[in-house]
């Protein structure tokens, strides 16, 4: 008797799970504020759908899960999206006149990286971490950084996940990605330390030295300088402008080096101006070089930013062709799908710097550092450390790349930045001195 009132009573809460999940399948296929919408069905009955869009090409505005609207139509972007340097471009160049000449084979990526590190941490927290000293320039860390994004990307799907994680107790974070985790935790330990000592410091004593002072002296309110949200501030700051501006220089390289008749044009443009090629001219003379810029600005577009989609929410509602998006709606697009928009971009995948010349209304295109008000910060550093480093590298080197093609740079994975056939060895070049 017991056991027939349990099993009714199990069979009961079950059918009304059963008809509740019938319920809000109707109501968000037919009264949803995003019911008109077009989009598949599964992606408004649920999240799940959301999973698998990446690989489903559609467009230019569907749903993709029950709260979400993406566009793609690099038309509309405007409508929702609201001495150190130097310093680490010659100790790196010092290391490929070191590496030059001998027949060693050098993954570029991994050293372009070790540069972008050394200069974010120099730049924002006054420590030199000295990834370019190191014989492999820390390969390690470009292995577990992709590993951890590539885990991220996942967290996304399951934030439960990312909140689980970080709950974890150290030393099982340390069984599963041993070497990522101790260098984070040690990097965290110094900036905690760093940013709890900036903060015991009265305000204004050190002006300005790093990040923290800055912040810590700024009008900000309180609970936006407790020291866990600079820490937090801190992993932003390494995320967004190390792996970004590494992957930019990386691909103009392999441009650049693929493509002779190019790479004669700018070293000629870049000559003009640095005829002594051991001393890099300033940056605000390498930006006013036409063809330089035009190299840059193509490098920049096809290393492809963050392959991520980055959804805005408006509080108002927005206008979409015929539509109308109700408000608090998150829409997203995807900055790789307006990049590589061949009604734009003819032949999208070509590295044509000319376009950039012939065309300046692109620029309206040009959406490599996001738009609106969540932005990229870090571009001036970017554009600094780009141009800077092209033109030193160039004016002493030449790389003859090894067994690196197309396939070694081309996205593969959306692994929240782009990522390349996890087979590939990289981009990788025997180094000449000019
Ligand atoms: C070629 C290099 C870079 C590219 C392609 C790039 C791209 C982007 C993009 C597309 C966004 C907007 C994300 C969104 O819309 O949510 C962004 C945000 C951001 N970037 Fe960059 N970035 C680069 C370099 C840097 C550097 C060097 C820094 C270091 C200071 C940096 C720091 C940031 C920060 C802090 C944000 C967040 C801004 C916010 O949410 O308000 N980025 N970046």
Redesign the pocket.
């Known amino acids: 008797m017991a056991l027939l009132d349990i099993q009714s009573t199990l069979f009961a809460v079950f059918a009304a799970w059963l008809i509740c999940c019938i319920l809000e399948g109707i109501r968000r296929l037919y009264f949803h504020p995003l019911s008109k919408f077009p989009g598949p069905k599964l992606a408004a009955l649920t999240l799940w759908y959301e999973f698998y869009y990446d690989i489903i090409e559609r467009g230019p505005i569907i749903r993709i899960n029950p709260h979400e609207l993406h566009i793609r139509d690099p038309a509309s972007f405007d409508h929702y999206?609201g001495g150190k340097r130097e310093k680490y471009i010659e100790k790196l160049c010092s290391r490929f006149e070191e590496l030059a000449g001998t027949g060693e084979v050098v993954p570029l990526d991994v050293a372009f990286l070790a540069l972008?590190m050394d200069?974010?941490c120099a730049?924002?927290f006054g420590e030199d971490r000295g990834h370019l000293d190191k014989p492999d320039f820390e390969l390690l860390w470009k292995e577990k950084l992709r590993g951890a994004l590539q885990t991220a990307a996942l967290g996304r799907m399951f934030p439960v996940l990312t909140t689980t994680m970080l709950r974890l107790p150290h030393w099982l974070w340390k069984v599963t990605n041993a070497y990522y985790v101790s260098y984070m935790f040690s990097l965290q330990a110094g900036i905690r330390k760093q940013v709890a000592a900036v903060l015991n410091e009265s305000r204004g004593s050190t002006p300005g030295r790093t990040i923290f002072h800055m912040l810590r002296d700024s009008d900000l309110p309180p609970e936006e300088k407790s020291i866990s949200r600079l820490c937090e501030?801190a992993n932003?700051?390494i995320g967004?402008?190390?792996e970004?501006?590494a992957?930019?220089?990386t691909h103009t390289i392999f441009y650049l080096s693929s493509n002779p008749e190019i790479l004669r044009r700018l070293r000629e443009e870049i000559t003009a101006v640095m005829p002594d090629a051991s001393a890099i001219p300033c940056w605000s003379v390498l930006e006013q070089l036409p063809y330089f810029t035009a190299v840059v600005t193509e490098g920049?577009r096809l290393?492809y930013?963050?392959t991520t989609r980055?959804p805005?929410v408006a509080n108002e509602p927005l206008i979409y062709n015929d539509w109308v998006i109700p408000p608090r709606t998150p829409v997203s697009e995807t900055?790789y799908s307006v990049l590589v928009d061949p009604a734009v971009f003819p032949e999208p995948k070509v590295f044509n710097p000319e376009r950039w010349l012939e065309h300046p209304e692109l620029s309206g295109y040009f959406?490599?550092?996001?738009?609106?008000?969540?932005?990229?910060?870090?571009?001036n550093?970017?554009?600094a450390?780009?141009y800077l480093a092209v033109a030193a590298l160039i004016r002493r080197f030449d790389f003859e790349l090894f067994e690196t093609t197309i396939k070694d740079i081309e996205v593969k994975h959306d692994f929240f930045v782009p990522n390349a056939d996890l087979a590939s060895k990289g981009v990788r070049a025997r180094i000449r001195k000019l």
């Open positions: 999206a972008t200069v974010i730049f924002f501030e932003v700051l967004a402008g190390s970004t501006s992957k930019a220089l920049l290393s930013s963050i980055l805005r900055l959406v490599v550092f996001g738009r609106g008000s969540r932005s990229c910060v870090g571009l550093l970017a554009y450390e780009l």
